[in-house]
């Protein structure tokens, strides 16, 4: 295995994301595609790409997925490239309300505080997180994020060449 794409997600629109992600990987790596809860870090070895994306709760990545951060052992990522994302509101949406807005300038979202932990762990950033949108707390994803996340998996094969 060359490549693992690992997700959370509450209502589907993440792990449709990550599929997505995994999709355009894999018709240029050897990727599996899972839950965080699935992965363990002894999974982790051997690989050359790890992608971790969830939804942002609470103005950061799911207690799941901050579990999983946890558990790779310092360095354990070394040698391999990173990326993050997360799904999340519309700018518009949010600016809607004042006091949520006030409070995502505060606080953020989940893609970047998951990418500074993967390069803590060892891991070097292949592209920077990127957010995906959702129309709702359930969704469903916005028109073309699909494709937007296939699009940005190629971005990612190509700072690997």
Not at 42 to 59: A, D, H, M, N, Y
Not at 76 to 97: C, Q
Not at 120 to 132: M, R, S, T
Request: glycine share 10%.
């Amino acid at each position: 295995m060359e490549a693992i794409v690992a997700y959370d997600s509450a209502y589907g629109n993440t792990e449709q994301v990550a599929h997505a992600i995994g999709s355009a990987l894999g018709s240029q790596k050897d990727v599996e595609t899972l839950r965080v809860g699935d992965l363990t870090p002894e999974r982790l070895s051997g690989i050359s790409l790890l992608v971790v994306g969830c939804p942002t709760q609470k103005f950061s990545p799911t207690g799941a997925t901050t579990r999983l951060l946890k558990s790779i052992p310092k360095d354990g990522l070394k040698g391999v490239k990173v990326a993050a994302f997360d799904t999340r509101f519309t700018e518009a949406e949010i600016e809607k309300v004042k006091v949520l807005a006030f409070l995502v300038r505060l606080f953020g979202y989940a893609a970047e505080p998951i990418a500074d932990r993967l390069q803590k762990k060892g891991g070097e950033l292949a592209v920077p997180p990127e957010a995906f949108y959702v129309t709702g707390t359930e969704g469903p994803l916005l028109e073309g994020e699909l494709e937007r996340a296939e699009d940005w998996a190629k971005q990612i094969l190509a700072a690997l060449s």
